[in-house]
């Protein structure tokens, strides 16, 4: 999709300057705000099969995460040795309820975060900091073993 992207939108990309800059604003969450005079002649491209919208396999804000999803992360929370919450606020129930299903289950919950969490007071261990400083110091350890 990524390369669809790129192939269709060559001379947009070009003409905008956003290919390899960083966006105007880029938000907290990953997004990022662009003006209209930024998104004008931006082409998505259609699903090969169907010619209908492609769309992510995300579940977007308001959206109802698939219950298959739902059982298999609630499996997972049951067998795992600690709940690791890393860089998110768990204002959205669908990740909420998994803290609060750990901390039912006695799993252990650590949470790396700016500002406070949902289930801050469901956290074994609360770190608070930036996710990219810690993660960034995890994987040099991980390259390094």
């Known amino acids: ?3 669809r992207l790129r192939k269709d939108n060559a001379a947009w990309l070009q003409s ?3 290919l390899g800059a960083l966006p105007v604003e880029l938000r907290a969450d990953g997004d ?6 930024q998104i004008r002649g931006l082409r998505v491209p259609a699903c090969e099969v169907c010619g209908g919208i492609l769309k992510p396999a995300v579940t977007f804000f308001g959206g109802s995460v698939p219950n298959e999803v739902v059982q298999r992360a609630r499996a997972a929370v049951l067998a795992a040795d600690c709940l690791l919450v890393i860089g998110s606020s768990l204002q959205v129930f669908s990740a909420f309820r998994f803290a609060r299903q750990a901390a039912q289950e006695k799993v252990p919950i650590a949470i790396i ?5 949902r289930a801050d007071d469901l956290a074994t ?3 608070e900091c930036d996710a990219v400083d810690v993660m960034e110091g995890v994987l040099s350890r991980i ?3």
Do not use: V
């Open 1 to 3: 999709m990524q390369e």
């Open 16 to 18: 905008t300057g956003l």
């Open 32 to 37: 990022s705000q662009l003006n209209d005079e």
């Open 113 to 117: 975060n700016i500002g406070e969490t």
């Open 125 to 127: 261990m609360r770190i």
């Open 143 to 145: 390259i390094r073993s």
